[in-house]
């Protein structure tokens, strides 16, 4: 009797915004396995639309239960090849995507990553700052522990990396600003998209630009320098 081969994991970057910025290695993998597992299929599917690729999709988000995790490694240990993405970039970075990773090694499953597109990577190539060493710190939190988030990113003695929303970026910038932060700020907004901008400055330059705007919409990523 033929033992199964177990199937593969692969880990795949998506654009953060621009559809073309994809590699043609991730449209290969994508073509090829038997399930594309998504934080949001509505999304992904608009990608697989442009690129004509008909794999069936399965939802996979920070609210699946662990049936679903449990369900996705038998799948793979039965022979089945899937890939990982998320709405935007590389799965795992500040997405529920490492604790899947996490289950499938543990279960003797072989994961491969798939790179391309990365908002932090993209933002870093236009800072114009000295980047070879950083601190990325993912979402400060919405409530508690903000505070203690930002006053520990103040006491870096590198360049700190952050995403944010634009639901809280002035609130942010206003905390850093009564922290006492007087350093340089970027902003990377929309990065790859149409309406994409960097603004640099420090915490009451950034401010009063962003506040000139009737509405801040978009992905944000934010070096303190």
């Known amino acids: 009797m033929n033992q199964i081969k177990e199937g593969i994991l692969y880990v795949v970057a998506t654009p953060i915004g621009n559809l073309g910025d994809i590699t043609l290695r991730a ?16 999304v992904t599917r608009k990608l697989l639309d442009r690129y004509e690729i008909k794999v069936p999709v399965m939802s996979y988000h920070q609210h699946s239960k662990i049936g679903k995790i449990d369900e996705i490694v038998s799948r793979l240990k039965n022979g089945e090849n899937m890939a990982l993405v998320t709405d935007a970039g590389t799965p795992g970075v500040s997405d529920p995507g ?41 979402f400060p939190p919405h409530k508690k522990g903000r505070q203690t988030f930002f ?21 942010n910038l ?12 970027i902003v990377g907004r929309e990065l790859t998209k149409m309406f994409e901008e960097v603004v640099r400055g420090n915490a009451d330059e950034i401010i009063e630009y962003f506040s000139r705007k009737e509405k801040i919409k978009g992905e944000l990523v934010v070096i303190l320098n």
Request: aromatic content about 8%.
């Open 151 to 171: 006053k520990e990113a103040m006491e870096f003695k590198y360049p700190v990396m952050y995403y944010d929303s634009p639901h809280r970026l002035l609130k």
């Open 98 to 138: 490492n604790i899947l990773v996490k289950e499938v090694i543990s279960e003797g499953v072989k994961v491969i990553p798939i790179p391309g597109a990365s908002a932090i990577g993209a933002l870093i190539s236009v800072a114009g700052i000295d980047m070879q060493k950083f601190v990325f710190l993912g």
């Open 174 to 185: 206003e905390l850093l600003k009564e922290l006492g932060f007087e350093k340089n700020i």
């Open 27 to 42: 449209l290969e993998i994508l073509k090829s396995v038997d399930m594309i597992l998504c934080e949001d299929t509505r």
